[in-house]
């Protein structure tokens, strides 16, 4: 008898490790997916911090099934060189400027142009719907996760202007295409870094500087500067990526591809809003320190758009030269912001 219920004993053991053997670890069957992410705002900027959210975020949803390792400040792949470096498998991840490689990229080129923005949500609006409308080849070698653009590009002067005429040859700040709207406005472009532009504002270098409110604040021109001139009518914006490296990203599990779409569709939101929080907090910041806001009147205004319409003209020639539909690209842009006003 006990032989009998020994051998049953065994038995129901052999059963159950058996059992164990076939059925899979949970531990084990979810294996942590690593992803590396660099990007070129600094650590302390709220726009790295969102992108830290953004993170968590990911992580939270997935169960911890993905860990992204963050590399702020462009220490992993500078500034110019992030998309490549996700395209070539440095980072999985990576957040940077289309301008800062002009012509890599010459239908989402068009949303920087001075198309007359009014808000971040705006033109991070345009920047998607640019995308979804014309599938640019250009973005066909990653996966694009997030688009964002930040709010209208406009002029923070030390002197009074009203009107185009009080433009004439001052000194403005201005790179990139930002120095084609200063030079289209009459004005003389002064070439500085955003970090330079304090100082050169403050010692007269430069008389005025291009950029959206957010500068006020976040650089401190604030301090240096004497109005902020509202001439959305040439208002210009820099357009944004966060992109994934096309080959991970089609290695990753259909659920977590999920997760990342979902979070990401609800950050771009969240970005675009952040740029217009963060452009009121230039605004506080200037008038706290006593100096002007100066809106332009609707046909000062007219006339400012009109000063800068020779630079779309000439993005659409360029685009078509490249056998793009610039003039379609341009009348989508047009068209789009006016929609959403």
Known sequence: MKKVLWAKVVLFVFFVAVCMISLPNDAGAQ?????????FFPAAHKNSKIMEDWIKEIEKRTN????IDYHPGGTLTPAPQVYDGVVKGISDIGESVFAYTRGKFPVMEAVDLPLGYKSGVIATNLVNAVYKKFHPKELADVKVLILHAHGPGILHTKFPVSKLEDLKGRKIRATGLASKVV???????????????????????????????????????GEVVSYTIQNFGSAYTTAMFVV?????????????????????????????????????????????????VVPLSHEEDTRWAKAVQPLLDEYAKSAKEKGLPGDEIVKFCLDFIKSQR
Request: aromatic residues 10%; proline residues 3%; glycine residues 8%.
């Open 183 to 221: 030079s289209a406005l009459g004005a003389a472009p002064v070439g500085t870094a955003m970090g330079e532009t304090y100082d050169a504002l403050r010692t007269g270098v430069a008389e005025g500087a291009m950029a959206p409110a957010e500068a006020l604040h976040g650089w401190k021109w």
């Open 31 to 39: 294996k942590v997916i690593k992803l590396t992410f660099s990007n």
């Open 64 to 67: 911890g099934a993905v860990k």
């Open 244 to 292: 994934m490296n096309k080959q991970k990203w089609d290695s990753l599990p259909k659920d977590v591809q999920k997760v990342f779409e979902e979070v990401s569709a609800e950050y771009t939101k969240k970005q675009a809003a952040l740029w217009d929080a963060i452009d009121k907090e230039g605004y506080d910041f200037l008038k706290s320190k006593g100096q002007k």
